[in-house]
């Protein structure tokens, strides 16, 4: 007999199972329509794979994993999918969730199976694979799916098969065990192989299941006589006291070792399943089939036939409860669940899922109208009784005061939710309500940091982004400047004997300047003559372009001359560009010029301000001088020119904008939203900016001319 330990505080409430013990396990004729939600686990919902219409086998997958901790859902019976919508689920919330709902055909027809006998032959991996596909989850109540449990990342010495069940009323476990413990037993043998066969694999029993325990022994001896099983199991039955069942104390009791706060068991060598769904790995390996039922205890003073039923997953509840002879009317409150741990169930048309192990329908007796709490008298009947050594008073205070930092620094996230501590409050106060809620608000908290985490990371890799673009164009820049400073200063020293050595150090405007007035003195005419003449250029080539478009215009489609006609009006065309561009570029020289000038005035006026209306007439001057350079200078601009000078202006802006927002965020302001927008839509149009440079496609005149004038050669 294995030794076996106690455990921190605990309580006896009346047990309650005997009503439902009286029959064996029941049948529950096929309902109508079976409701599956499309999250009956601890994770991701599962994704459909069906459409509303389609007809499907029993065993069928209806629903596919979604991710690693998430679980499949298959058809419980044949039929149609009827819809894929939000129902009512069994929720502590009582909210509607996303279900498949099939209307059943009444044929029961199953998918083909692929039964596993010889299951010692499968792979590690191949087993795994089959309780995943299997949509396995915990089926003890907490619904985690038990793929990822059988995967721990430590070596494993010891398997615990949970089958205390120790909350009162709830005998699901205990029918189970009493009718398929062979089943059971095979089903260890599968998770022990998965487990990498650990040294001791212990199953934990009340001692208040005596035909359960008998029923587990004499199963664990045949099968290791027959050499059905290779694990050596042991059976340790305890002394009854709730809540043995959690799984941190169900480990101490049968281990004595003590999983410290924030840990999992894996951490210590230990992984515990529940005896359910050790069945339920039974089924899905050696049987091939997938979890679609399971055993849930229909109890309590409003049903006539209590008992233990076989029911399909997404019965409704009212449908089980019918079978069960539940009269409404006596019902003082329906539990999914014990009436420990158990929430109120209000929609009769909520159906049961994986992890429903019971139906309490109480009367009046069993579930007396509740008087009002009264006011903590720190009596200390609550630490006294809490399993988990916390200090259940203190917990209620800061729940109270929502006060975090503090529920955590009293290991709220330790409580396992037993409800001791509320049974033995002689001020009636809910307290377990109030750790509910209070760890509800806390994983809304840290899923706001994780979201907000989040966004800051994509904002600070944007940035990132942004400044590595800012570097690579702000190189390229400076590499166009480079050239074009050399070649401004090649120019000048062409044509001034007088340039000093140290012209390349000169800005790049007074360079392209100097370089445009040295072409102008270079053909001897003055700059009025100059501009005259270049505006006489320009007319001619509108004129000469008019000519040429209007010859091709007359030329019929099929005249041999009207290909030379088009490489003509092409040419003329390039022409005319030439003498606009030079012209521009010869305004831009002559205003930068008097802008020189003008400023120069200016400056020697300012140092001697004799005439205040001369200096104030020049400064005018000097402003008009500058708007029209800027205009020139922008009109003289490439297409890509532009652009950059349009995404450098937008990345001021947004820079500007960023940092109105952080101010915003540190004032606390009320307009932050309306910031965050800005930002958003700033960003939005320099993304854009960024594109139509990346995309930017230079208009190629120049090998168009060779071409125009290579044909014209041939012609
Ligand atoms: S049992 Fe109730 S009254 Fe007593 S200390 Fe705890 S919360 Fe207060
Ligand atoms: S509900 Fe939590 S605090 Fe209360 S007894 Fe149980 S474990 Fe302790």
Redesign the pocket.
């Known amino acids: 007999m294995n030794k076996t330990w106690d455990i921190p505080g605990g309580i006896h409430p009346p047990e309650n199972k005997l009503q439902s013990l009286k029959q064996g396990i029941a049948e529950v004729p096929l309902p109508d329509i079976l409701i599956l939600p499309l999250n009956q686990h601890i994770g991701a919902p599962a994704m459909p794979v069906v459409k509303p219409g389609d007809t499907v086998l029993k065993g069928q997958l209806v629903a596919e994993p979604n991710g690693f901790v998430s679980a499949a859902v298959h058809a419980p019976s044949s039929g149609a999918i009827e819809a894929i919508e939000d129902r009512a689920i069994p929720h502590p919330s009582a909210m509607d969730a996303s279900c498949i709902v099939i209307r059943t055909d009444g044929e029961d027809r199953w998918v083909d199976l692929h039964p596993n006998r010889d299951y010692r032959a499968l792979t590690i991996r191949q087993l795994l694979n089959l309780v995943r596909d299997a949509g396995i989850t915990g089926m003890g109540g907490a619904g985690f799916p038990s793929a990822v449990k059988l995967q721990p990342r430590q070596s494993i010495g010891t398997l615990i098969i949970n089958a205390t069940e120790c909350e009162p009323y709830i005998t699901a476990d205990d029918g189970l065990i009493r009718e398929r413990a062979d089943e059971i037993v095979i089903g260890i043998d599968i998770l022990a192989q998965i487990l990498g066969n650990p040294q001791q694999i212990l199953i934990g029993i009340e001692n208040n299941k005596p035909e359960a325990y008998t029923a587990l022994v004499n199963a664990c001896e045949s099968a290791a006589k027959n050499g059905a099983i290779t694990s050596s199991i042991e059976v340790v039955s305890f002394a009854t006291k709730y809540p043995s069942g959690g799984e941190k104390q169900l480990i101490q009791i049968l281990t004595g070792q003590e999983v410290p706060s924030g840990k999992l068991p894996a951490e210590l060598g230990i992984v515990c399943h529940n005896i359910g769904t050790v069945y339920a790995v039974f089924r899905a390996v050696y049987l091939g089939e997938p979890l679609i039922s399971r055993i849930t205890t229909v109890t309590g003073n409003s049903c006539t036939k209590p008992g233990n039923y076989e029911v399909l997953l997404g019965t409704p509840t009212n449908h089980l409860l019918g079978t069960a002879g539940f009269d409404e009317v006596l019902c003082q409150r329906l539990i999914m669940g014990g009436p420990m741990m158990g929430y109120t169930l209000n929609d009769l048309n909520a159906p049961v899922i994986k992890s429903t192990n019971c139906l309490l329908a109480a009367d009046i007796v069993e579930s007396p109208a509740g008087n009002p709490a ?10 006294e009784v809490c399993p988990a050594s916390l200090l ?2 203190q917990l ?1 205070w800061y729940a109270k005061a929502r006060d975090y930092d503090q529920l955590a620094n009293h290991h709220l996230a330790d409580c396992i939710e037993c409800g001791a ?2 049974y ?6 809910p ?1 377990v309500q109030y750790y509910r809620a209070a760890k509800g608000e806390i994983r809304l908290i840290e899923q706001e940091v994780i979201v907000s985490d989040r966004a800051r990371q994509r904002f600070e890799y944007h940035q990132e982004r942004l400044t590595k673009a800012e570097q690579d164009r702000t190189a390229k820049r400076e590499a166009r400047r480079e050239e074009a400073r050399k070649k401004a200063a090649e120019l000048a020293k062409n044509n001034s004997e007088s340039s000093s050595a140290d012209e390349s150090d000169v800005n790049v405007d007074s360079e392209v300047i100097q370089a445009a007035l040295a072409r102008v003195s270079a053909t001897k005419n003055s700059p009025e003559q100059e501009l005259k003449r270049l505006e006489r250029a320009v007319t001619a080539a509108e004129n000469r372009l008019a000519k040429a478009e209007e010859k091709l215009r007359q030329c019929p489609d099929d005249d041999s001359r009207k290909k030379v006609l088009e490489a003509a009006v092409a040419q003329t065309r390039l022409r005319h560009d030439d003498a606009v561009n030079k012209l521009s570029r010869f305004k831009i020289a002559d205003i930068a010029s008097e802008q020189t000038q003008s400023a120069n005035a200016s400056a020697k006026l300012a140092d001697d301000p004799t005439d205040k209306d001369q200096l104030a007439s020049d400064r005018a001057s000097l402003a008009i001088k500058n708007a029209q350079l800027k205009a020139a200078r922008q009109a003289d601009m490439s297409e890509l020119e532009k652009l950059q000078n349009q995404h450098d202006s937008l990345q001021k802006r947004v820079e500007k904008a960023r940092n109105r927002l952080e101010q915003a965020i540190s004032d606390n302001d009320d307009n932050i939203d309306a910031y965050r927008v800005a930002v958003e839509k700033l960003d939005i149009k320099l993304n854009n900016s960024e594109t139509a440079i990346a995309n930017f496609v230079p208009d190629d005149r120049t090998s168009d001319t060779l071409h125009i004038e290579d044909s014209e050669q041939h012609n």
């Open positions: 009264q006011a903590c008298i720190r009596c200390g009947h609550c630490s259940p008073q209620y501590c509320s033995v409050c002689p001020s009636e106060i307290l």
